[in-house]
């Protein structure tokens, strides 16, 4: 059974140039234990489908669809009672820690009122699951790190504590079940990267956590995710399990993104295949499929209507009138 | 083109030089790669190469001559030959002047032309670098990133120079759009007979684009060599942790 379980999403922005739509008909569901890949380039609606899921998007956001966790419909729930699930049930990270940490307060506390804001817990034991917790993400010295400031700390580390923070919970406390890291290395060096990639599978591995990975990057996918799911101009256009969307895509756009990705073994110099043009202004009015436009294997049969993401093969899902033929390396 | 003489860049009121003695040599034609993570220097070392930081020690030499050697007025004339291409576009391009003065602006610094001729050049470099013809009229900000990133290159290549310092220039793209303005510039090379140096931090990227590869850390180059060997066999420890650092999608495929 599904942990979290997204149907029928929408994300629509009330602006003064009127609405615009940045995440549409999105479904897509999460297991204990699973890491799943949320693939996009920017303005593909990824991020706010992240802060859609936890409720946090500004006011001028209106919200539709139903966000399943625990048996409840989060998009329904209260606000009250949704700032209790916020960091106890599902958590987030950012791609900033800086910004998302408190500069003026210490580590330790910064946890410690975290985890009080959750549980009837005195400060000494708050303090201890802070602790923790710290040693569980790999801090060195956690106990001088609780008195440290963020700016004391590297990068790396930083990505650390918010980890620790979103994940702490006093003993005989439930954890947090879900993640959601949004870019979560992205500010990062790619050796430190690699470093909170395997941090995250091990956090995944010992606690039974299930990951949401929103990320731009198709490599940190592929070392990271057990599932995919890429977005396009607001929509999922496929969804699989990584191995089988990676080695047959079914949708052009998630094979473009595989051929054009340079490789550390591949061919090397001359011309970079490229996917032509750019993603389209979310508030434009397009009668069918939306990635047309860039597509190299678009039909006629393309304007008509926004393809159904549907059934390719067991556990896979496309959004192409095409999918068969593409996948099957026809088209 | 360019040789770089054990350059040393210490700015004040830090422990550490930011660039520690370098030597490197960028030949007439080639993309030299500088790969390097944040803080190793690479960026700073970059802008010594143009002289637009002064290096604390060491010489940079353009075509045999000594740059710190030359009077204000003669480094000025050298520059034109010597560009740069930034990560963002948007922060180097004046929100407030239309693409067309953006890119007279070196016609109008370096070359006495007329109206109607420095026109036909604007009209010239729009098209060189892909850019639709009336782009000329409209301001940076209504661009895409993409976009923005050739009204940069088309700058940088107006006064046709020889040797570009690239440093990120698609780190704040997404792949799609980046990998067009990586053709682009190889198409440019080609084109103009241009000498890169370009600066990144990503490895397949840099592997794709480059002759050789210059990997950096903490100021200094730790490995150079032809990009193909440098990956495949590296001969520095921290150049087979960047190496396997890097996500990497094949093996999937």
Same mark, same amino acid.
């Given at each position: 059974?599904?942990?979290?379980?997204?149907?029928?999403?929408?994300?629509?922005?009330?602006?003064?140039?009127?609405?615009?739509?940045?995440?549409?008909?999105?479904?897509? *569901? #999460?297991?204990?234990?699973?890491?799943?890949?949320?693939?996009? *380039?920017?303005?593909?609606?990824?991020?706010?489908?992240?802060?859609?899921?936890?409720?946090?998007?500004?006011?001028?956001?209106?919200?539709?669809?139903?966000?399943?966790?625990?048996?409840?419909?989060?998009?329904?729930?209260?606000?009250?009672?949704?700032?209790?699930?916020?960091?106890?049930? #599902?958590?987030?990270?950012?791609? *900033?820690?800086?910004?998302?940490?408190?500069?003026?307060?210490?580590?330790?506390?910064?946890?410690?009122?975290?985890?009080?804001?959750?549980?009837?817990?005195?400060?000494?034991?708050?303090?201890?699951?802070?602790?923790?917790?710290?040693?569980?993400?790999?801090?060195?010295?956690?106990?001088?790190?609780?008195?440290?400031?963020?700016?004391?700390?590297?990068?790396?580390?930083?990505?650390?504590?918010?980890?620790?923070?979103? #994940?702490?919970?006093?003993?005989?406390?439930?954890?947090?079940?879900? #993640?959601?890291?949004?870019?979560?290395?992205?500010?990062?060096?790619?050796?430190?990267?690699?470093?909170?990639?395997?941090?995250?599978?091990?956090?995944?591995?010992?606690?039974?956590?299930?990951?949401?990975?929103?990320?731009?990057?198709?490599?940190?996918?592929?070392?990271?995710?057990?599932?995919?799911?890429?977005?396009?101009?607001?929509?999922?256009?496929?969804?699989?399990?990584?191995?089988?969307?990676?080695?047959?895509?079914?949708?052009?756009?998630?094979?473009?993104?595989?051929?054009?990705?340079?490789?550390?073994?591949?061919?090397?110099?001359?011309?970079?295949?490229?996917?032509?043009?750019?993603?389209?202004?979310?508030?434009?009015?397009?009668?069918?499929?939306?990635?047309?436009?860039?597509?190299?294997?678009?039909?006629?049969?393309?304007?008509?209507?926004?393809?159904?993401?549907?059934?390719?093969? *067991?556990?896979?899902?496309?959004?192409?009138?095409?999918?068969?033929?593409?996948?099957?390396?026809?088209? | 083109?360019?040789?770089?003489?054990?350059?040393?860049?210490?700015? &004040?009121?830090?422990?550490? &030089?930011?660039?520690?003695?370098?030597?490197?040599?960028?030949?007439?034609?080639?993309?030299?790669?500088?790969?390097?993570?944040?803080?190793?220097?690479?960026?700073?070392?970059?802008?010594?190469?143009?002289?637009?930081?002064?290096?604390?020690?060491?010489?940079?030499?353009? !075509?045999?001559?000594?740059?710190?050697?030359?009077?204000? !007025?003669?480094?000025?004339?050298?520059?034109?030959?010597? +560009?740069? @291409?930034?990560?963002?576009?948007?922060?180097?391009?004046?929100?407030?002047?239309?693409?067309?003065? @953006?890119?007279?602006?070196?016609?109008?610094?370096?070359?006495?032309?007329?109206?109607?001729?420095?026109?036909?050049?604007?009209?010239?470099?729009?098209?060189?670098?892909?850019?639709?013809?009336?782009?000329?009229?409209? %301001?940076?900000? !209504?661009?895409?990133?993409?976009?923005? +990133?050739?009204?940069?290159?088309?700058?940088?290549?107006?006064?046709?120079?020889?040797?570009?310092?690239?440093?990120?220039?698609?780190?704040?793209?997404?792949?799609?759009?980046?990998?067009?303005?990586?053709?682009?510039?190889?198409?440019? +090379?080609?084109?103009?007979?241009?000498? %890169?140096?370009?600066?990144?931090?990503?490895?397949?990227?840099?592997?794709?684009?480059?002759?050789?590869?210059?990997?950096? %850390?903490?100021?200094?180059?730790?490995? @150079?060599? &032809?990009?193909?060997?440098?990956?495949?066999?590296?001969?520095?420890? %921290?150049?087979?942790?960047?190496?396997?650092?890097?996500?990497? @999608?094949?093996?999937?495929?």
């Amino acid at each position: 059974m599904s942990l979290l379980d997204v149907r029928n999403l929408a994300v629509t922005f009330d602006t003064p140039r009127g609405l615009v739509p940045a995440v549409r008909d999105v479904a897509f *569901e #999460l297991k204990t234990g699973e890491i799943l890949g949320l693939v996009g *380039e920017s303005g593909s609606g990824k991020s706010a489908t992240s802060l859609a899921l936890m409720r946090i998007l500004d006011p001028t956001a209106r919200i539709s669809g139903q966000v399943i966790f625990e048996g409840r419909d989060l998009l329904a729930l209260p606000e009250n009672e949704m700032r209790q699930v916020r960091g106890a049930g #599902l958590s987030m990270v950012f791609q *900033e820690p800086m910004t998302a940490l408190n500069p003026v307060m210490r580590i330790g506390d910064q946890i410690t009122e975290a985890l009080r804001a959750h549980h009837r817990i005195s400060t000494a034991e708050a303090r201890a699951a802070a602790l923790d917790m710290l040693r569980s993400v790999a801090i060195s010295e956690p106990e001088v790190r609780m008195r440290q400031y963020p700016h004391h700390l590297s990068g790396g580390m930083r990505q650390r504590v918010m980890i620790a923070m979103a #994940l702490a919970a006093p003993v005989h406390a439930k954890r947090p079940a879900v #993640l959601i890291a949004d870019e979560p290395t992205t500010a990062l060096d790619v050796t430190i990267q690699a470093q909170i990639l395997d941090l995250l599978k091990s956090l995944r591995d010992r606690f039974g956590l299930a990951i949401l990975l929103i990320t731009h990057d198709l490599g940190v996918v592929a070392e990271t995710a057990d599932r995919v799911a890429v977005m396009y101009a607001g929509r999922i256009v496929e969804c699989g399990p990584l191995r089988d969307v990676f080695s047959s895509p079914a949708h052009p756009y998630t094979r473009g993104l595989l051929r054009i990705a340079p490789t550390l073994d591949g061919a090397r110099g001359g011309k970079l295949p490229v996917i032509p043009g750019a993603a389209p202004n979310p508030s434009e009015k397009i009668p069918g499929c939306w990635f047309e436009p860039r597509c190299e294997a678009r039909i006629p049969a393309c304007h008509e209507g926004v393809p159904e993401l549907a059934v390719v093969a *067991e556990n896979r899902a496309a959004r192409c009138v095409r999918s068969h033929e593409v996948q099957a390396g026809a088209a | 083109m360019i040789t770089l003489n054990n350059i040393v860049k210490h700015f &004040p009121g830090q422990s550490r &030089p930011a660039v520690d003695g370098v030597t490197l040599e960028v030949k007439q034609g080639e993309t030299l790669g500088l790969v390097g993570e944040s803080g190793s220097g690479k960026t700073t070392l970059g802008r010594c190469a143009l002289m637009l930081e002064t290096p604390t020690s060491g010489e940079v030499l353009f !075509e045999g001559r000594d740059l710190a050697g030359l009077g204000k !007025e003669e480094l000025r004339r050298t520059r034109r030959h010597m +560009q740069i @291409i930034f990560q963002d576009p948007m922060g180097s391009l004046n929100p407030r002047m239309r693409v067309e003065k @953006i890119l007279a602006e070196p016609f109008d610094i370096h070359e006495n032309l007329s109206a109607a001729e420095t026109r036909d050049r604007v009209r010239e470099l729009l098209d060189a670098v892909g850019l639709p013809p009336d782009s000329g009229t409209r %301001y940076p900000h !209504e661009f895409s990133g993409g976009q923005r +990133q050739r009204i940069g290159i088309a700058r940088a290549i107006a006064l046709r120079p020889k040797f570009i310092v690239a440093d990120e220039p698609v780190s704040a793209l997404d792949v799609s759009v980046g990998a067009q303005i990586v053709n682009l510039l190889a198409d440019l +090379q080609q084109r103009f007979g241009l000498t %890169y140096l370009f600066i990144s931090h990503g490895l397949p990227l840099i592997r794709h684009i480059s002759t050789r590869v210059a990997v950096m %850390y903490l100021g200094k180059i730790v490995e @150079i060599g &032809p990009a193909e060997e440098v990956f495949a066999h590296p001969a520095h420890p %921290y150049t087979q942790l960047l190496r396997d650092s890097t996500p990497q @999608i094949q093996g999937h495929g």
